[in-house]
């Protein structure tokens, strides 16, 4: 009905030209006293003409105007088989159609090529700053200090930056490489907590942490990588106390048969302002204590719930300021998302 109404407007002026010339043709014929019926006769038969010539029209306009939205729903490049021209201005519009998919097409090739470059060179880039980093560790790895075991910790904290660098870059590229196999979570827990073994003894804050026993069919290496961020937060913000990591069931199904398959660790940490709850998550938002601590960069949080999407595994995050942060990611695998 709404194309039908927008049909009628289109053709108005030829409808109630049609309609004005009929008026003057009965004005003239009674201003000399003709029979009537010597010009609504006529008028009736090319009334029913039009009416034909109009459904016809309208039909065909009806197919094009089909044939265009489906076209319409393509990307730039594949906008193609666009039906006849008829007329000088539907011609012209072809034109700048065609025009303007030929310039979004080299537009697009020209970002891919810089963006490829862009991610080769930081991947460069990366491989190269490790071989620094890794012999800053093994130099460090001689002394035991205080001093020194802060600077494993900040060389562990640039290492962390870095694998960040690679992660933001690689989270759109279309060759990231997943690999979805069934893994053991313990084993990847116990991975990503040894890493930190040395700021849970230093910072004297308590590892609660029983073993899992469950089969998760994810990538090892990125799911590792947003429990390691995770895992860096609940430090980071932990002045004092714990840090947890158990299962919860799932909160579907029956209460006797509802799963253990979501994974929660907890912290007793300084915890979120409510304010900020709602934008944790979003890409370059650091909240109240990121713009205290200036080194927050509100990427980490970003790049899990990124990842989370692709893997499969929602995230959530509840928190509360003197209480503590708690991460839930569900395990059940979910409708994967294709980058």
């Known amino acids: 009905m709404d194309f039908y109404k927008v049909y009628l407007r289109q053709h108005r002026k030829g409808i109630l030209c049609f309609f004005l010339c009929c008026l003057v043709f009965i004005i003239v014929f009674s201003l000399y006293h003709l029979p009537l019926g010597s010009v609504l006769y006529p008028m009736s038969i090319c009334i029913v003409i039009g009416a034909g010539f109009f459904s016809v029209d309208y039909v065909h306009a009806r197919r094009k105007h089909t044939i265009l939205q489906e076209i319409g729903t393509r990307c ?21 159609a065609e025009s303007l998919r030929h310039e979004l097409r080299s537009v697009k090739d020209a970002m891919s090529l810089s963006y490829a470059n862009m991610v080769d060179y930081y991947t460069i880039w990366v491989h190269q700053i490790k071989t620094p980093i890794a012999a800053l560790r093994l130099y460090l790895e001689g002394e035991d200090s205080e001093n020194a075991r802060r600077m494993r910790e900040e060389v562990f904290r640039i290492e962390q930056y870095v694998g960040m660098v690679l992660a933001f870059l690689r989270l759109d590229c279309e060759s ?10 313990d084993d990847m827990v116990r991975g990503v907590v ?8 230093r910072r004297k804050i308590a590892l609660e942490y029983e073993p899992l026993e469950l089969s998760v069919v994810t990538d090892e290496k990125w799911f590792s990588f947003c429990l390691e961020q995770i895992l860096s937060n609940a430090l980071k913000y932990t002045r004092s106390g714990s840090v947890s990591i158990t299962l919860e069931a799932d909160g579907t199904g029956k209460k006797q048969n509802r799963k253990q398959n979501v994974l929660c660790i907890r912290d007793t940490g300084i915890g979120i302002a409510p304010e900020d709850l709602p934008r944790v998550f979003e890409k370059g938002y650091t909240g109240y204590h990121g713009r205290e601590d200036k080194r927050a960069s509100g990427i980490g949080l970003y790049l899990c719930r990124r990842i989370c999407e692709n893997l499969g595994h929602p995230i959530t995050l509840e928190s509360q300021m003197g209480v503590g942060t708690v991460v839930r990611i569900d395990l059940e695998q979910k409708k994967l998302k294709t980058e």
């Open 176 to 185: 990231t490489d997943y690999v979805f196999e069934e893994c053991e979570l």
């Open 76 to 96: 730039g490049e594949l906008m193609e088989g666009f039906p006849e021209s008829e007329g000088f201005l539907e011609a012209d519009y072809r034109e700048i």
């Open 194 to 201: 040894k890493k930190f073994a040395g700021q849970f003894i």
